[in-house]
């Protein structure tokens, strides 16, 4: 399994099998004292480094363990792939809109099934999307060059033929050109037919959120600046999201989580993110991990009213892409939910993961992907799934 081994209340984790019991910690010599409850397979922890493309490596991982799951080899999916072709697709949106519309290297889940369903998926092997030598991921200047070129275009009197060569030309200078035919494991493939020999079908995975100011058990188009598609996601109680959640994971499906990790009871450094029943003002700032991140603390009590007021505030964005992929229990019983990052094995002592508190999740999520298949029949009759 890939949640990779802690030493029984010891440093990092740091094999592929975790035992149903064991015990993790969240840090070297930290005091979360974690007992797996489930724990589902995944892929390796990847980085997104300098570039805002979460929602492409956790919709990759997810869809990675997807294929385990349905005992299917695994496979190093190309994130820069689908991003490449997310990103035409956002440019076209963004000046039939005149520009009234948001461009930026954001996402959400969606954005890679549409890859899927019109281009394909590649490996990682076929296209790694860094062409000039660079170690890392850094898209900081080709996010400001395409902005800037589609600024040009829609300020123009007349919109020509030519801006998407442009476009196009610019993601070849930076992630360089996508093969249309690679070889893999000795076969040769384009996007599509390699898409065909992963087993997924794309319309077997729907996203939920829960947020009040739609009618519950109806889909509503999420209005965060990421949702440049205007996708829908299901709307459920607070409560049947949660438990959409546990079904799935507990069921062996692993479950895409999109999320704000702005608060100050997020900690990827100390592994855990938490809701703390805290004065913030009376803290002060480089006394934040000291004081709540040393011991599992008391959190506050999370209610449809307090996450709709965060989100209607802003305090809640869609800020970050990642991947449950288990769920533990602390000392004291309280549940987390162990979370796959895509911000590499080096920046904390869980080798890219960390721990989420069902209270975290519940004030912070903005909305999940799963498979159907892993949501209770009651609730997927409440939705009209078949």
């Not at 007992?35 to 997810?62: G, H, R």
Request: neutral net charge; glycine residues 6%; contains cysteine.
């Amino acid at each position: 399994m890939n949640i990779k081994k802690q030493i029984i209340l010891g440093l990092a984790l740091m094999s592929a099998d975790l035992i149903i019991g064991q015990t993790l910690t969240n840090k070297k010599d930290g005091n979360y004292k974690f007992t797996v409850v489930k724990n589902l397979d995944a892929t390796e922890v990847q980085n997104q480094a300098q570039s805002s493309t979460c929602w492409s490596f956790s919709s990759l991982s997810f869809f990675e363990s997807e294929m385990i799951r349905m005992g299917k080899p695994k496979v190093n999916l190309s994130e820069m792939f689908v991003v490449r072709n997310a990103y035409m697709a956002k440019a076209d949106k963004y000046v039939r809109m005149h520009g009234a519309t948001g461009f930026s290297p954001g996402g959400a889940f969606h954005d890679a099934v549409y890859v899927f369903k019109n281009f394909g998926f590649m490996p990682q092997a076929a296209y790694v999307g860094m062409v000039n030598g660079e170690k890392d991921i850094n898209h900081q200047e080709m996010d400001n060059m395409l902005k800037a070129q589609l600024d040009v275009v829609i300020k123009g009197n007349k919109i020509t033929t030519a801006w998407p060569k442009a476009i196009d030309a610019t993601l070849d200078a930076y992630l360089g050109k996508a093969p249309e035919k690679f070889d893999y494991m000795g076969k040769q493939y384009d996007p599509k037919t390699f898409a065909t020999t992963l087993g997924l079908n794309m319309d077997n995975y729907i996203e939920i959120s829960s947020f009040t100011h739609h009618p519950f058990y109806t889909k509503f188009a999420i209005e965060v600046p990421d949702n440049w598609s205007w996708d829908q996601l299901y709307n459920l109680p607070l409560n049947e999201m949660i438990d959409v959640m546990d079904n799935a994971i507990m069921n062996g499906y692993s479950v895409a989580w999109g999320a704000d990790v702005s608060e100050k009871g997020f900690s990827f450094k100390n592994g855990v993110a938490i809701v703390p029943d805290v004065d913030w003002t009376s803290i002060k700032k480089e006394k934040i991990d000291s004081v709540v991140q040393v011991v599992p603390t008391k959190e506050i009590a999370i209610t449809q009213a307090l996450r709709q007021e965060a989100f209607d505030n802003y305090e809640t964005q869609d800020d970050h892409g990642m991947h449950i992929v288990g769920i533990v229990k602390d000392q004291n019983g309280t549940k987390y939910y162990v979370v796959k990052n895509s911000w590499g094995i080096k920046n904390n002592d869980c080798d890219g993961y960390f721990y989420a508190s069902e209270a975290f999740v519940k004030y912070k999520t903005t909305s999940i992907m799963v498979h159907k298949d892993g949501v209770k029949k009651e609730i997927a009759k409440k939705l009209g799934l078949k």
